[in-house]
C-alpha cells in the first residue's frame, strides 16, 4: 500500500544548528511531494513542493529538500535553524494511485532550544 | 487568490448535538475540496473529499457527512455528535492544472465535545 512515513516523531535541535527532517515514501508511480509546517492551532502551510525537474528544492522560510529516487525519500532541511521554526511538520504526497487524495505523514514535532 | 475560510474557528458542542462546519475557498473555479481530522497528537485523517458540487467522496465510515452545495462551499455536519468527534477539523483546497496540483489549507475549527 501506498504510504507516507515520517520515522522521527521529536527532535530537538539547538537554535542556530542545522536540521534535517526525515520522509520516505512507498508509491507505485512517480510522487508528487510536499512539507508544510503546523503551528499551534494553525492551519498548514506549504513550505515547497515537488513535481519534477532539479531534485533539490527550496522553499519559504530558509527551508529546501532533496527528493533521492533510490532512496525513496524527500528529506527537510535547514542550514540554521531559528527559535520560530518550534513546530509539527508534515510530509505529504499525492498522484500515488492516480487520484485526488494526498497521503500524509504522520509529522514530526520540532522543539529548538535557545 | 488560495484564501479557505472556516467557520466558527471554536467550537463546544454536548455529545448528541448537531454539527455544521462551514468553509469557503477563493480563487478558482471548480477546486478539489477537502476535510481531514486531526485527533489530538495525531496525524491528519482525511475525512471527505469533493472533486465538484455535489460529489462527495467519504473516507471514513463515521457519523459524519459532507456536502457541497456551491462550487466554493464545502460543509461538514453530523446529526449527533459523539465523544471521539473532538479534534481539529482543517478544511483544504487543490487547484491547478494536470500535474500541477498543489493543496492549501484553511485556518481550522477546534471542536470539543463534551
Known amino acids: 500500500a501506498q504510504s507516507v512515513t515520517q520515522p522521527d516523531i521529536h527532535i530537538t535541535v539547538s537554535e542556530g544548528a542545522s536540521l534535517e527532517l526525515r520522509c520516505n515514501y512507498s508509491?507505485?508511480?512517480?510522487?508528487?511531494l510536499f512539507w508544510y509546517v503546523q503551528s499551534p492551532g494553525q492551519g498548514l502551510q506549504l513550505l515547497l513542493k515537488?513535481?519534477?525537474?532539479?531534485?533539490l528544492v527550496q522553499g519559504i522560510k530558509g527551508f529546501e529538500a532533496e527528493f533521492k529516487r533510490s532512496q525513496s525519500s524527500f528529506n527537510l532541511r535547514k542550514p540554521s535553524v531559528h527559535w520560530s521554526d518550534a513546530a509539527e511538520y508534515f510530509c505529504?504526497?499525492?498522484?500515488?494511485?492516480?487520484?485526488?487524495?494526498?497521503?500524509f505523514g504522520t509529522g514530526t514535532r520540532l522543539k529548538v532550544l535557545a | 487568490s488560495q484564501t479557505i475560510h472556516q467557520w466558527p474557528a471554536t467550537l463546544v458542542q454536548p455529545v448528541g448535538s448537531p454539527l455544521s462546519l462551514e468553509c469557503t475557498v477563493e480563487?478558482?473555479?471548480?477546486?478539489?475540496l477537502y476535510w481531514y481530522r486531526q485527533a489530538a497528537g495525531r496525524g491528519l485523517q482525511l475525512l471527505f473529499y469533493?472533486?465538484?458540487?455535489?460529489?462527495i467522496s467519504s473516507e471514513v465510515p463515521q457519523n459524519l457527512s459532507a456536502s457541497r452545495p456551491q462550487d466554493r462551499q464545502f460543509i461538514l455536519s453530523s446529526k449527533k455528535l459523539l465523544l471521539s468527534d473532538s479534534g481539529f477539523y482543517l478544511c483544504a483546497k487543490a487547484s491547478g492544472t494536470g500535474r500541477t496540483d498543489t493543496q492549501y489549507f484553511g485556518p481550522g475549527t477546534r471542536l470539543t465535545v463534551l
Open positions: 469533493s472533486v465538484g458540487i455535489g460529489q
Open positions: 505529504a504526497a499525492t498522484r500515488l494511485r492516480g487520484t485526488y487524495k494526498y497521503i
Open positions: 515537488y513535481f519534477s525537474g532539479d531534485t
Open positions: 508509491y507505485g508511480a512517480t510522487p508528487y
Open positions: 480563487g478558482t473555479s471548480n477546486p478539489n
